[in-house]
């Protein structure tokens, strides 16, 4: 029989963070040049009644032309050089969007981590290329789990930052086949902590934005390790200019850094807030031939554009930053959130956590390990969360996601944990509901197998709940 099955696991808890934790240190910068750019409000000239969304991403073609890549609809829309609208293209392609670049032809290359996409369009918007499947977020040579952006190297080759979901740069050659990856979740040389943005320079060396790290690395063509720029904040957005120079925009501290081709800090602008020229998650950008910066940001609704000011004279920027904005929050303790609580228990923090699918009438086994992967919501409500399978010393919970596991058997599942006593204490407490299509509750079969296991069996492709109840 053919079970289709998908796994949701419900953690509010999350293991407290270490202070070494790239993604919480708070960096020391010194003053540096403030970029001789001015701002220029409200550049772009929408149609009326539409209004901007959250911003993504941005490119400029060979022509000057403007795209804007936003998060609201039309998602992708062409702008001329002096921002008259022109038109939306490629309607009903994405679903949350993330990266936008335009190669040598002008063609359009987005990714979508909501769908875990890769497409390659041409100028009209028709699709060229399909890179990954629709709404299936997995490991695999030919699957992304939430990619981030694309670059191109000098040959035409395909480079993936592999993502929100993987850890990891996948490559293939300029017609789509997969030629390597390269990375893992961690902070050591050549492994990552959400690989944002992605950029490769004149000699065809690779640049990843490694975002939670809050450091830029750097690799030859092939993916080895060369060398790494630290402190420089957090790279949401990467672009390379002619002269080799490294434009971050940093969506941590939230503002636009450039960088010279030895990774030292030139010159920097912006600063958080909401008015024209400050923002509120700086995101990816792109700089035109005549050097006119846009960049996306996110959580003001806009897409900001900077204008070379030469003529304006060299001063220090003012803005110096000291702590991440707009990320820290704390759980809302209103009166809904109490009428919700007594509704739904606290799940523990787990130290630790994988799936193991075996597929028994085979003898047969794979594993499936959800470093950042997308769980699956089939009712396509906001019911869902990331797994994050972390290091010995935590684990990380985001929101988000989905992912499907098919078997031509029945399965069981493992939800194995580490054996610390204050976790395996808790493994009874767990109360596991199947739901059918239909939502309807199915009869559950719980067997604990050992200190620190719980399986379950499941011969008729139900998805599984799980949640914390009281002891």
Not at 432 to 452: C, F, L, M, Q, W
């Amino acid at each position: 029989m053919k079970g289709f099955l998908i796994f949701t696991m419900l953690i509010a808890g999350v293991a407290g963070g270490q202070s070494h934790d790239p993604s919480t240190q708070r960096l020391e910068f010194a003053p540096v040049p403030e970029l001789a750019y001015r701002v220029a409000p409200d550049f772009f000239q929408l149609p009326a009644g539409m209004n901007f969304g959250e911003a993504s991403a941005v490119a400029v073609d060979s022509k000057g032309h403007i795209f804007l890549f936003q998060r609201a609809k039309p998602m992708l829309l062409e702008f001329s050089h002096d921002g008259k609208f022109i038109r939306s293209l490629g309607e009903g392609l994405f679903d949350h969007p993330h990266g936008l670049r335009i190669d040598k032809d002008d063609n359009l290359w987005t990714t979508d981590d909501g769908s875990h996409l890769v497409l390659k369009l041409d100028h009209d918007g028709r699709v060229l290329l399909v890179l990954g499947r629709k709404n299936t977020g997995a490991e695999a040579d030919w699957l992304f789990s939430r990619p981030t952006d694309v670059a191109f190297g000098k040959a035409g080759e395909i480079y993936v930052s592999d993502g929100y979901g993987n850890s990891r740069v996948m490559k293939f050659d300029r017609t789509g086949k997969f030629l390597k990856s390269w990375g893992k979740n961690g902070s050591g040389a050549g492994e990552f902590n959400l690989p944002h943005s992605i950029v490769t320079d004149g000699e065809g060396r690779v640049y990843v934005g490694d975002r939670e790290n809050q450091r830029i690395q750097i690799f030859d063509a092939d993916g080895r390790f060369l060398k790494e720029w630290k402190g420089v904040g957090y790279p949401y957005g990467l672009f390379i200019t002619p002269d080799q120079h490294v434009w971050m925009a940093d969506g941590g501290y939230d503002r636009v850094i450039e960088l010279d081709p030895n990774g030292k800090i030139v010159g920097a602008i912006g600063e958080p807030g909401h008015a024209p020229g400050q923002f509120a998650w700086a995101h990816l950008l792109a700089i035109g031939a005549d050097r006119t910066m846009y960049v996306a940001d996110v959580l003001n609704w806009r897409f900001q554009v900077f204008v070379p000011a030469p003529s304006v004279q060299q001063r220090m920027a003012q803005y110096v930053p000291t702590a991440r904005m707009y990320w820290d929050s704390v759980p809302s303790s209103g009166w809904l959130s109490r009428q919700e609580a007594s509704a739904h228990e606290v799940a523990p923090a787990f130290d630790h956590a994988a799936l193991h699918v075996s597929n028994l009438e085979r003898s047969t086994s794979f594993y499936e390990t959800f470093g950042l992967k997308r769980i699956a919501d089939p009712f396509k409500d906001d019911r869902h969360v990331w797994l994050s399978l972390g290091s010995h010393e935590q684990l990380h919970l985001l929101s988000g996601g989905t992912a499907n596991l098919e078997s031509d058997m029945n399965v069981h599942i493992a939800i194995r944990v580490s054996s610390i006593p204050a976790l395996t204490a808790r493994l009874d407490q767990l109360k596991i509901v199947y739901y059918n299509s239909k939502r309807e509750p199915h009869t559950v079969t719980k067997r604990p197998d050992g200190a620190s296991q719980i399986y379950l069996q499941d011969p008729d492709g139900y998805w599984l709940e799980f949640n914390d109840v009281k002891p």
